[in-house]
């Protein structure tokens, strides 16, 4: 699935991800996301990912 949507980073810093992307995502509250920064590219890359691979990181 492509998808394309613009939106605007907030006084805060937060940006919405828009409901069908989280929905395709399957990215709920509480879900855990990872963000990659590639400086080459000047892109970031957000995953959903599981919350026991969050915690791996952690040790």
């Known amino acids: 699935m492509a998808s394309r949507k613009h ?4 006084e805060k ?7 069908k992307i989280r929905e395709a995502m399957e990215i709920d509250a509480g879900s855990f996301i990872e963000f990659e ?5 000047h892109q970031l ?3 959903a990912v599981a919350e026991s691979d969050v915690h791996a990181q952690d040790h």
Do not use: E, L, Q, T
């Open 13 to 19: 810093g937060r940006v919405v991800i828009p409901v």
């Open 37 to 41: 920064y590639m400086a080459r590219k």
């Open 45 to 47: 890359v957000i995953r």
């Open 7 to 10: 939106n605007r980073v907030d």
